[in-house]
């Protein structure tokens, strides 16, 4: 049924109640399947509330759904999925596309950027740092250093002059780019709430 065709889909809403079979365990076929599937349950009970973690649903929402409540509720959701599945593409640097979230920093030294991604690849493009930088400003990628941005995603702490990766590999921070780097790290941390 819908388990078998779920990876179509980016988002899911689904019911507790469904007639013949339970959302619960109907969602837990849709996520051993397609853990990228964004399930969001809806239920006229909060006593299901707890199963919904079962099925680690992205919301819970209890019915009656207003817009505004639904606007609160998803817009964290959508920002999530958005920065997941950004891509660029410049046949300079690759013939494929490239997932911004897939970005750990950008790197640039000898005349020249790096890309610099979780699987730890490098990819060496022809463009200067600030090209990156007003790309992608609007992302979440904030300048850390005079030769580096970093992608706020990836960020575990900051202790001193050391930005701390989520992969535990140090990144400076200067104190001229610091202030500036911090307020972008707690806005990007506020939007994911």
């Known amino acids: 049924m819908?388990?078998?065709q779920a990876c179509v889909y980016d988002f899911l809403f689904m019911?507790?109640?469904?007639?013949?079979?339970?959302?619960?365990?109907?969602?837990?076929?849709?996520?051993k399947k397609h853990?990228?599937?964004?399930?969001?349950?809806?239920?006229?009970?909060?006593k299901y509330?707890?199963?919904?973690?079962?099925?680690?649903?992205?919301?819970?929402l209890l019915?009656?759904?207003s817009q505004e409540l639904f606007d609160s509720e998803m817009a964290p959701v959508f920002r999530e999925y958005y920065a997941e599945n950004t891509t660029i593409y410049?046949?300079?640097i690759s013939r494929y596309r490239i997932r911004l979230n897939d970005i750990v920093?950008?790197?640039?030294?000898?005349?020249?950027?790096y890309l610099v991604f979780d699987n730890g690849k490098?990819?060496?493009?022809?463009?200067?740092?600030?090209?990156?930088?007003?790309?992608?400003?609007?992302?979440?990628?904030?300048?850390?250093?005079?030769?580096?941005?970093v992608n706020l995603n990836y960020i575990d702490t900051i202790v001193k002059n050391d930005i701390i990766l989520v992969n535990k590999q140090k990144v400076p921070v200067s104190r001229f780019y610091r202030k500036q780097f911090e307020e972008k790290w707690l806005e990007n941390i506020q939007r994911m709430l």
């Open 35 to 46: 853990k990228n599937c964004h399930i969001i349950i809806t239920s006229n009970y909060t």
């Open 122 to 149: 490098k990819l060496k493009t022809p463009y200067p740092l600030y090209y990156w930088e007003e790309k992608l400003s609007k992302e979440y990628f904030a300048r850390c250093y005079k030769s580096i941005l």
């Open 2 to 4: 819908l388990s078998d």
């Open 63 to 65: 019915k009656p759904i």
């Open 105 to 113: 920093y950008i790197d640039f030294f000898d005349k020249n950027s």
């Open 15 to 31: 019911d507790i109640e469904l007639g013949s079979e339970n959302g619960i365990d109907l969602g837990l076929k849709i996520r």
């Open 49 to 60: 509330l707890i199963d919904g973690y079962k099925v680690k649903a992205d919301r819970y």
């Open 90 to 92: 410049d046949e300079k």
